[in-house]
C-alpha cells in the first residue's frame, strides 16, 4: 500500500519535519513520491483544513492511501480520528497509529509524538508489516533518552572508533550542519530527544562554549537537533567561573560563582530557548569540583540547578567518582565502592531538577560487570543508567560485539529496593520511586567515517540503544532483527545470519576476553589488546591479583572489602557466597585457587584455557556466516565487514596466547588437553 497525499495542518517545527521525512522515506521505499502539505510557520490554521479537505478529494480519486499526521490539540481531523480514553493513553512523546484502506493517521500529544510515530510508520514499511487494520499505541519507557558526544573541539574523540567529529574540527564549531542535520535524524529516528555534543572532559576551550564567542554556532546547532525533537545539552567545567569568569573561586557557596551561572544560563537560554542544561564530571578523574572548596556533590550539583531552574534545565551529574590515584599496595580501597560510597549519604539532598547519572556497573564499562549497586540505593534522587555504545572495552568497533544483551541484562537485573520486582529499568525510568525525571544517556559510537560507526556491524549498537531507551520490554532479538531488516533488507538467510551473528557476539568477544568478571587486562592508556599486567601496578584501582595459587578480587563482607554488602538481599548474599555467584562473576566477587570448580563443571584454570580456545573458533564461525551472505549485501559493505573480522580473528587469536601463556606460567597447571600454549 502506498501512500498519495501527506497532510500536516498544524504549525509545528516537528510535525513540519515529520511530513518530509515521511515523504523522504516513502519516496526512497515506495518509488512514488506522494503529495505533501504542510503549514508554514506562523500562518493560520484554517486554510490548512481546507487543503486537508481536497488532499482526502484527491487521495480517495486514486488508488492510495493518505496520510495525515497531527496533536489531539492542534487538529481536529486527528482528534476525531479517537475516543477520549484513547487520547489519553497518548503520553507526551507517544503516538498512535490508525489505518483504515483509504487513509492513515498518526496522532501524538506533542508534535514530537508526531515525529516518532511518523518513523515508526517508515520502520514498519520497511520491515514488510502489514497496514492494513494497523492500530497500534508506543510510549516511551524513559523520559530522557539521551546521547552523550565525547567530542573535543580540536576535532578528535575521545573513545571515538570511526574517524573525527562531526561537530568540530581544528579548533572550530563546524559550520557545516549536513552530517548534524543527518545524526539529528538517525537519532530521533530511533527514539532518542536528547545529546550532549562536547566530551564529559571539558578541556580550555570547550570551557569558553558558555561564551559569545562559542555559543552563536552552539545555537546554530541545537537548531537542527530542534527540528528533529532533540535538546542539547553541553557538558561544563566546574570551575568555569575560575578559569573563565576571572573570579577568585569556584566555590558554589560562594555568591558570586552562584551569580556568574546564573548570568552563564541566562545567556545560554537567550541563544538557545530549549537548552536541556549541563552534563557534569566533577571530582572524577582530575576534573575539578565541589571537594576542592570542602563542599559534596549535593552543594555543587544543586547550585548549578537553581542557575539552570528559572530556565527549566535541567543537571546531570555524573556519579563515575572514585580515587584514581590509588595504591596498588593497599587491598582495603575498592574502587568498585565508590559511586555508592560518595553518593547513598547524599540521597535526599539534591534538588528536582539533578539527575545523577550512574554507569551500568560500578566499574567503568568492562566487558562483564555486575550491575552498580548504587541502582535502588538513592530512593529519594533522580537517576539515569549510563551506558557506553562506542566500544572502549569491548573491541573498538574492530570485534563484533553487540551490547543489548548485556545491557538488557543490566536492566532485567532485579534490586529488590522495593521488594522482588524492583528491576534497574524501573528505577531508571523512575516508576520505582515515583521519581520526577529518569532514563537513559550513553556515549555515542559515532564519528565522521561514511558508515558512522567504523564497523558497519556496530550501527546496530546504536540503533539498539535507541529502541531499548524508548522500550525497554524489547527483546535483544527482536532489535537485532530489525536492524538488519532495516539495513540490509528482509532476505530471510540475511536476516537469520545477521541476527545470529549479533547474538554471539559478545559470548564470544567475552570468552576471549579477560576471564569470569575479573575486567581489564589491556593495553594501558588505550584500552586496545591484551596486557594482564598493564595495570595491576599501577594507580587505577583495577586490579586480578593473580599470584601461582589463584586470581580475583575478594569484595565479600566476611574477608574483602564488603563491596557485597552495598547489594539488598537477597543479591548481597548471593554475591557474598562463592557457592551463589554466577560464574561470569566469580572473580569479580571472590579471589579463588586455580583449581576451584565452577558451578560448570570445571576448574577456573580449565575455564580460562578453554573459553580462550571457543572464543577464536566463535570468531572464525562469525567470518564463515558474513561469507556466507557474499553478493547478498552490498560490495562495499560486505567487504568492509569483512576486514575487520578478519581482524577479529587474528586479534582473538593474540588475547588467547598472552592469557593463556600467562596463566600457565603463573599457575604451572597445563591444559587438559594438551592445546598449544606458550
Ligand atoms: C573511562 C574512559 C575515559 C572517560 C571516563 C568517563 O574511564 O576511559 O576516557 O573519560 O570513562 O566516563 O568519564
Redesign the pocket.
Known amino acids: 500500500a502506498w501512500t498519495e497525499a501527506i497532510s500536516a495542518d498544524e504549525d509545528d517545527l516537528c510535525i513540519r519535519t515529520a511530513a518530509a521525512e515521511l515523504a523522504q522515506g516513502l519516496t526512497r521505499l515506495t518509488g512514488r513520491t506522494p503529495s505533501c502539505r504542510t503549514q508554514a510557520p506562523g500562518s493560520a490554521s484554517s486554510t490548512a483544513a481546507g487543503s486537508a479537505a481536497s488532499i482526502s478529494a484527491a487521495a480517495s480519486a486514486s488508488a492510495g492511501r493518505s496520510v495525515r499526521l497531527g496533536t489531539f490539540e492542534g487538529s481536529a481531523d486527528v482528534r476525531e480520528s479517537f475516543s477520549e480514553a484513547e487520547r489519553a493513553s497518548v503520553a507526551e512523546e507517544g503516538f498512535r497509529i490508525r489505518a483504515d484502506e483509504r487513509s492513515l493517521v498518526i496522532a501524538g500529544t506533542t508534535g514530537k509524538g508526531v515525529l516518532y510515530g511518523a518513523f515508526h510508520f517508515l520502520r514498519l514499511v520497511q520491515t514488510g508489516t502489514p497496514l492494513d487494520g494497523l492500530d497500534v499505541l508506543h510510549n516511551p519507557a524513559n523520559g530522557l533518552r539521551m546521547i552523550d558526544q565525547?567530542d573535543n573541539i580540536d576535532g578528535s574523540i575521545?573513545?571515538g572508533y570511526a574517524g573525527r567529529s562531526i561537530f568540530y574540527r581544528d579548533n572550530e564549531i563546524t559550520e557545516d550542519m549536513t552530517r548534524i542535520r543527518d545524526y539529528a535524524r538517525l537519532l530521533a529516528s530511533v527514539g532518542l530527544n536528547a545529546i550532549a555534543i562536547n566530551n564529559?572532559?571539558v578541556h580550555r576551550l570547550e570551557t569558553m562554549f558558555l561564551t559569545e564567542a562559542y555559543l552563536p554556532r552552539i545555537a546554530r546547532i541545537a537548531d537542527e537537533f530542534r527540528a528533529f525533537g532533540v535538546r542539547l545539552f553541553l557538558s561544563v567545567n566546574f570551575a568555569a567561573p575560575f578559569e573563565i569568569g576571572g573570579l577568585p573561586t569556584a566555590d558554589p557557596l560562594d555568591e558570586g560563582v552562584q551569580a556568574w551561572w546564573r548570568a552563564t544560563a541566562r545567556a545560554v537560554y537567550d541563544g538557545i530557548p530549549d537548552f536541556g542544561g549541563f552534563l557534569v564530571?566533577a571530582d572524577?578523574?582530575f576534573r575539578p569540583g565541589p571537594f576542592t572548596y570542602g563542599r559534596d556533590h549535593a552543594d555543587g550539583a544543586n547550585m548549578l540547578a537553581d542557575a539552570l531552574a528559572p530556565h527549566g534545565g535541567i543537571v546531570i551529574w555524573?556519579c563515575?567518582v572514585y580515587n584514581c590515584k590509588q595504591d596498588w599496595r593497599d587491598r582495603k580501597t575498592d574502587r568498585a565502592r565508590a559511586a555508592y560510597d560518595h553518593f547513598v549519604p547524599l540521597d535526599g539532598r539534591f534538588r528536582d531538577n539533578v539527575m545523577l547519572q550512574i554507569?551500568n556497573g560500578p566499574m567503568?564499562?568492562q566487558v562483564r560487570e555486575p550491575v552498580s549497586p548504587l541502582f535502588g540505593a538513592i530512593p529519594d534522587t533522580n537517576v539515569a543508567i549510563e551506558f557506553q555504545v562506542t566500544q572502549?572495552y569491548t573491541g573498538q568497533q574492530r570485534h563484533l560485539c553487540y551490547l543489548v544483551p548485556q545491557w538488557k541484562e543490566a536492566l532485567d537485573f532485579d534490586t529488590h529496593a522495593r521488594g522482588e520486582g524492583s528491576e534497574v529499568k524501573r528505577i531508571a525510568d523512575g516508576s520505582l520511586f515515583d521519581r520526577k525525571l529518569g532514563g537513559f544517556a550513553a556515549?555515542s559510537n559515532i564519528g565522521d567515517d561514511a558508515n558512522w560507526t567504523g564497523h558497519p556491524l556496530a550501527q546496530a549498537n546504536l540503533y539498539g540503544y535507541g529502541r531499548l531507551a524508548w522500550d525497554t520490554d524489547l527483546s535483544s532479538e527482536a532489535i537485532a532483527e530489525e536492524w538488519v531488516k532495516l539495513t540490509y533488507g528482509s532476505d530471510e538467510r540475511v536476516v537469520e545470519t545477521i541476527r545470529g551473528m549479533l547474538m554471539d557476539s559478545w559470548p564470544i568477544y567475552e570468552s576471549y576476553n579477560a576471564p569470569l568478571g575479573i575486567g581489564w587486562m589491556v593495553k594501558p592508556n588505550h584500552?586496545f589488546g591484551p596486557d594482564v599486567d598493564g595495570y595491576e601496578y599501577s594507580m587505577w584501582g583495577t586490579y586480578h591479583f593473580a599470584d601461582n595459587r589463584g586470581i580475583g578480587v575478594d569484595r565479600t563482607v566476611r574477608s574483602g572489602t564488603g563491596y557485597a554488602g552495598q547489594y539488598r538481599q537477597p543479591n548481597a548474599g548471593r554475591f557474598e557466597s562463592l557457592a551463589d555467584t554466577p560464574d561470569e562473576l566469580v572473580l569479580f566477587f571472590h579471589h579463588v585457587p586455580y583449581a576451584h570448580v565452577l558451578h560448570s563443571g570445571k576448574t577456573v584454570i580449565q575455564h580460562i584455557y578453554d573459553a580462550h580456545f571457543e572464543g577464536v573458533e566463535g570468531a572464525e564461525a562469525l567470518l564463515a556466516k558474513w561469507d556466507s551472505l557474499a553478493g547478498l549485501i552490498g560490495e562495499a559493505d560486505h567487504a568492509a565487514a569483512r576486514s575487520r573480522l578478519q581482524e577479529q580473528i587474528r586479534h582473538a587469536e593474540e588475547w588467547r596466547d598472552v592469557i593463556n601463556t600467562y596463566f600457565l606460567r603463573k599457575s604451572g597447571i597445563t591444559d587438559l588437553h594438551n592445546r598449544t600454549i606458550y
Open positions: 565525547w575521545e573513545r564529559v572532559n564530571k572524577s578523574e555524573r563515575f554507569k567503568d564499562f572502549e556515549v584500552h
